[in-house]
């Protein structure tokens, strides 16, 4: 599957941006999804999942209360909206892809698709 992620950009702190990431080449609803980020100098962390269905999500406990992760499985595309935006959100942001998982929280090893990253800039 190809992973196309858009919407990154440049936000105040306390602001607030929307991420997409379109899928294609695969059958969408059979892969949990995910979003992880990193930051200049660190390693990629785990930001969000979303089960297949999208029932169930998980979330790195920086994101917890200021991030949602949804999907829409008819237009094979997940999002992540951001709120209450903090200078150490500013990073990397990937979308992440993988048949075989069975948690929505899971590991940068464990995933088998990535997209290609957007940046996000949260300035003070």
């Known amino acids: 599957v190809q992973l196309q992620a858009s919407g990154g950009g440049l936000v105040q702190v306390g602001g607030s941006l929307g991420l997409s990431c379109a899928a294609s080449g695969g059958t969408f609803s059979n892969y949990v999804m995910g979003w992880f980020r990193q930051a200049p100098g660190k390693e990629r962390e785990f930001v969000a999942g979303?089960?297949?269905?999208?029932?169930?999500?998980d979330y790195a406990d920086s994101a917890k209360g200021r991030f949602t992760i949804y999907r829409d499985n008819d237009k094979n595309t997940v999002y992540l909206q951001m709120h209450s935006l903090r200078p150490e959100d500013t990073a990397l942001y990937y979308c992440?892809?993988?048949?075989?998982?069975?948690?929505?929280?899971?590991?940068?090893?464990?995933?088998?698709?990535w997209g290609q990253g957007t940046q996000v800039t949260v300035s003070s």
């Open positions: 992440a892809a993988d048949r075989r998982l069975r948690s929505t929280r899971f590991s940068s090893s464990e995933v088998s698709y």
């Open positions: 979303i089960s297949r269905g999208g029932g169930s999500t």
